[in-house]
DNA sequence: CAATTTTTTGACCGATTGGACAAACGTTAG
DNA sequence: CTAACGTTTGTCCAATCGGTCAAAAAATTG
């Protein structure tokens, strides 16, 4: 997809430093959201003067736009993977581990897509009914075909991709109040593993106790 | 539960006032965060001047603090309701139920709610690792009861209460994603039904195909 | 070296922010 | 009526915001 927009040639010093900023840029939207941050922080986070950052970035704006263009394709990665080969049930269980690994490994970057989400998506809503809707609609005609095989339960598709999005995020969007609830003993490095596990039960047999 | 925070005795206008202005900065609160509002933003929504509202709330974090204190009561009531008595698949089935229906009726406070946390919960951290922590050790106790007399499946209370949370929330919270992704034809109103079916068949069954 | 280009910074600007304050306005009680 | 009290607003302020600009500093080139 091409979005119009032309990269302009940059040399080896302004590719360091603009990832030195986004860099910066992300561990400070991520947790201000974008209203909520300032150019200062920012700057001050990549060890830098805010002339400086605008030097390589002209508005606070264009910061925000290549962090979230960039982001939204390593967060549907997962989603692109899930094909038609090997078996659905497999296919899903490790589709649903590999999101609940980036929301362990990249919680900033969840959250980051999660503020842009709340404040309405003002900034990312084509990409939304877009570039997301088709590849959502497309998966879920693959999901759908394994319905009818009779590979796996008769459902929603959309609502199952909701359903594991919500789930996986969770743990990093709400990170604090999980850790919160979990307490000391139980919030600590373990508790992806047990959701881990966790969600694997809910998604294969659900709570029905076993006949 | 003593706040220590003594309600000072007000009027009838002064009651309805802040009423007014509480309704008004639930709605912008919940789109911009707490950061990205301003007092002009909640005073014009509140169809008053800003000087005029500071009357009714000194500072801006009085207003928010107001916000929050009372969206925690009744974000919990449903966990409250749950108790020991009746079937237990039944009680879980009728929580998710009523957590669907308080994303669909009160979009505004979850996501105010959401806000809150994503940015580190900063202002109702104590409350998390406190009435919170109880409140959901007490009904995890509960539905650890049920799994040890074999009503329902044995697994991690909780996160199936986090689960529960995430699914039903997803629908306030991400709102707009949902409707971008079920396009104008499903992302209509019956979005809540369609998530209300898809939902009670997974916590109940699971995903594997019926023997 | 000198000339040129790229990078960095201090100083500054207009706009917006949360909030203060006194004066004006409205209402009610005597 | 008038005095007292509760309510509303116009004006102002210091702090902070995103962003500009010229000039200094550093790096690159010849």
Redesign the interface.
């Known amino acids: 997809m091409n979005t119009g927009i032309e990269a302009p040639r940059r040399t080896r010093i302004q590719q360091e430093k603009r990832e030195l900023i986004l860099e910066a840029a992300l561990e400070v939207f991520s ?6 941050s300032t150019i200062d922080q920012i700057a001050e986070a990549a060890g830098m003067s805010k002339p400086n950052l605008l030097y390589y970035f002209r508005r606070k704006e264009d910061i925000h736009e290549t962090l979230m263009h960039r982001l939204l394709d390593t967060w549907l990665a997962p989603l692109r993977e899930l094909d038609d080969i090997g078996d659905p ?1 497999t296919e ?1 269980r490790s589709y649903i581990r590999r999101k609940l690994e980036m929301a362990r490994d990249f919680p900033r970057e969840s ?1 980051l897509f ?2 842009e ?5 003002p900034r990312i ?1 084509p990409l ?2 877009g570039e ?2 088709t590849l ?1 609609d497309e998966k879920a005609a693959i999901i759908k075909g394994w319905m009818r095989a ?4 008769k ?2 598709p ?3 991709i ?2 594991i ?3 996986t ?3 990093a ?2 990170d ?3 850790r ?4 000391p003993n ?1 919030g600590g490095d373990g508790r992806f593993e ?2 881990a ?3 694997e ?10 006949g």
Request: glycine fraction near 10%; avoid cysteine.
């Open positions: 947790t201000h959201g974008f209203r909520g049930m899903l959250r999660a503020n989400i709340l404040q309405g998506a809503m939304l009914a997301l809707k959502v009779g590979k796996i339960a459902t929603d959309w609502h199952l909701f359903s999005w919500a789930t995020q969770h743990y969007d709400f604090v109040q999980v919160a609830v979990l307490g139980r047990d959701a596990r966790f969600l039960q809910l998604f294969l047999d659900g709570l029905k106790p076993k």
